[in-house]
């Protein structure tokens, strides 16, 4: 059965008119990982979302729910999530292990809140801040 990200993927391809070995191409694998990747059993590549929606011009919402599609489909496929806290900062490390302690205390509200806040564009993000100086 096709994850989510799959079924997003492959409709969007098809809606392109393209074959699953162009976008492997494109993507710079081999159509059997494609495959695996869309069937939940390899995670989602963390820059395939955001290659794909450069390579198919889709538009911000499209690719909002891609992003989204691909980080459920990577959790799914994994049954847990690994950080890497090798590159981060003390600070960074800290805020990691917090929200992994605390995730099951927080409510739908507060994890919207912090979703949104995660899938806002940096671009924007920057604007906003340069702008509250």
Known sequence: ???????????????ENMLMS??????????????AVE???????ENWPSQIASFLNLDDENTKHLKEAAITA????????????DDLTPFQ????????????ELTDEELQKIKNQLLEDRSSEQNWRRGSR
């Open 93 to 104: 490390e800290e805020v990691a292990i917090q929200f992994a302690r605390k995730i099951k």
């Open 1 to 15: 059965m096709l994850s989510k990200f799959g079924q997003l993927v492959r409709a969007l391809r098809l809606k």
């Open 22 to 35: 162009d976008m492997a191409d494109k993507l710079k694998c081999s159509p059997s990982y494609l495959s």
């Open 39 to 45: 069937f939940g059993r390899r995670s989602v590549p």
């Open 74 to 85: 990577t959790s799914r496929s994994r049954g847990a999530v690994t950080v890497s806290l």
